[in-house]
């Protein structure tokens, strides 16, 4: 039975893995419903937070696939009662029309949005919620002529993990990486390679 879930992978920072990623889910049209990259809690590593809709015997074989990527240290999978999750959307709706109706302090009350910009033509809420709690909102503001309207993607923190940068630490105490010896011919460039 297919569920929402949210796949969470921590890779190096390195040019064209994002394409390398979503290559594997183009190959077995799985669609993407929200993708996150942002960098993490260790340095020079980043972490992309990938909601889809599929079956868990799918999603176990493409956390392995992206697991085979060089830059890829890990890929976890969760369901939404697995992790902690909000979404940000931004809502413009204009300002004779939300002022007239006083829709103003309810929004604001109601939905926990915020005032982000007020301008003459038109005023921009901010919301962070689920899905559902942003979906409602849209709703709302269409009847006072909601002007343009966007989400972003998930962010996620799974609710038992005790941080992968503990898991990384714990990885370098047992088998510590070789010592990096620079290359004594390095700034030599012109002399080594001249013909």
Not at 3 to 24: C, H, N, P
Not at 170 to 194: C, H, I, M, T, W
Request: hydrophobic share 35%; charged share 30%.
């Amino acid at each position: 039975m297919k569920q929402q879930y949210t796949i969470t992978v921590y890779a190096e920072d390195q040019i064209g893995l994002l394409a390398r990623i979503t290559i594997i889910f183009s190959r077995r049209k799985i669609n993407i419903d929200s993708l996150n990259t942002s960098s993490s809690e260790i340095p020079g590593i980043h972490r992309f937070n990938i909601v889809i809709d599929e079956t868990e015997e799918v999603v176990k074989k493409l956390c392995k696939q992206i697991e085979k990527q060089v830059e890829v240290l890990k890929a976890y999978y969760n369901l939404n009662s697995e992790i902690i999750w909000q979404e940000l959307a931004l809502y413009k709706v204009p300002t004779s029309q939300v002022t007239e109706k006083m829709v103003v302090e309810r929004v604001l009350r109601e939905y926990g949005a915020r005032v982000v910009s007020i301008n003459s033509d038109y005023t921009v809420f901010e919301c962070t919620g689920h899905r559902e709690e942003t979906d409602k909102l849209v709703k709302l503001f269409e009847e006072y002529g909601l002007i343009e309207f966007v989400r972003g993607a998930r962010v996620a923190i799974i609710k038992s993990s005790e941080g992968f940068h503990k898991k990384i630490k714990e990885f370098e105490a047992r088998e510590p990486g070789e010592e990096v010896v620079e290359n004594e011919f390095l700034n030599e460039q012109d002399k080594v390679f001249s013909m």
